[in-house]
C-alpha cells in the first residue's frame, strides 16, 4: 500500500532540496524579463480558491492583452464569456491568485503569484478596448512572487508540436457534449450554431 506524505518536513526529505537556480530564481517584482514574455503572452491561466473550493480559468487575446502598470501591478481584462464569475467571486473571498503565462513556441513558461481585485476604473479599461469594446472589468494584480519556469512540462508535452495535434474530429462538438450532459438542450446542431455564433459576434 502506498504510503501518504502528510506534512512539507516528510516532503522535503522524500524529494530533497531544490537547486541553486531552482532556489534562487523567484523574485518579489516583475523585472525586463518577465515583463518582456508578459507582453508576448497570449494566453495564461489563472488560479482562485473560495470557500466552495478551487478554480483554473483560462484568459486569452493578442499577445500583450495583460498591462504591465508596473513592476508591481498587472492588469487582467475580463472579456465576454459565460458570466459564471467564478474567479471573481473566489478573489472577493479570497485575494490570492497564481497564474501561468504561456507564449506559443516558448518551452518555458511564466509563473505569477499575487493578490487580486477587481476593477471597474474606465482609466484602466479603456486603454484595454478591442474592436471599440471596452472590457466591462478587469483584475488589479498586486506581484508578490514572479519566476521563470523551466520547459520539462512542454519538452515532454509536445505542447507546441504541430505533428502531436489532435484532429477536431477525434472529440465531439461542444453541442454534442452539452447535449450529453444537459436534460434541457434537445438538438447538438442548435447548441452548436449558437455557441459559433458567440464566437464569431461576443468575442469582445
Known amino acids: 500500500m502506498t504510503e501518504e506524505i502528510r506534512d512539507e518536513q ?3 526529505t522524500f524529494y530533497g532540496d531544490p537547486n541553486f537556480r531552482a532556489a534562487r530564481k ?3 517584482k ?3 524579463h518577465t515583463r518582456h514574455f508578459i507582453s508576448l503572452s497570449p494566453f ?3 488560479s482562485t480558491a473560495g ?4 478554480d483554473a480559468s483560462p484568459r486569452g487575446d493578442a499577445p500583450g492583452f495583460v498591462t504591465v502598470i508596473d513592476d508591481e501591478t498587472i492588469v487582467i481584462p475580463d472579456r465576454p464569456g459565460n458570466n459564471r464569475v467564478d474567479s471573481m467571486t473566489n478573489i ?3 485575494p490570492n ?3 501561468l503565462f504561456l507564449v506559443p513556441g516558448i518551452k518555458e513558461t511564466l509563473r505569477l503569484n499575487g493578490k487580486a481585485s477587481v476593477t471597474t476604473d474606465p482609466a484602466l479599461l479603456e486603454p484595454m478596448a478591442v474592436r471599440g469594446k471596452v472590457p466591462k ?3 488589479v494584480v498586486k506581484v508578490e512572487e514572479v519566476y521563470l519556469h523551466c520547459a520539462k512540462a512542454l519538452i515532454r508535452s509536445k505542447l507546441w508540436d504541430p505533428e502531436t495535434q489532435v484532429e477536431r474530429s477525434a472529440y465531439p462538438t461542444m453541442g454534442q457534449v452539452f447535449k450529453d450532459q444537459i436534460d434541457e438542450i434537445e438538438s447538438a446542431e442548435e447548441a452548436d450554431k449558437a455557441i459559433q455564433e458567440g464566437y464569431t459576434t461576443r468575442l469582445y
Open 10 to 12: 516528510s516532503l522535503r
Open 92 to 94: 472577493m473571498e479570497n
Open 44 to 46: 495564461l491561466v489563472l
Open 26 to 28: 523567484q523574485m518579489p
Open 97 to 99: 491568485v497564481g497564474m
Open 137 to 139: 472589468s478587469g483584475l
Open 30 to 32: 516583475l523585472d525586463k
Open 51 to 54: 470557500e466552495k473550493g478551487t
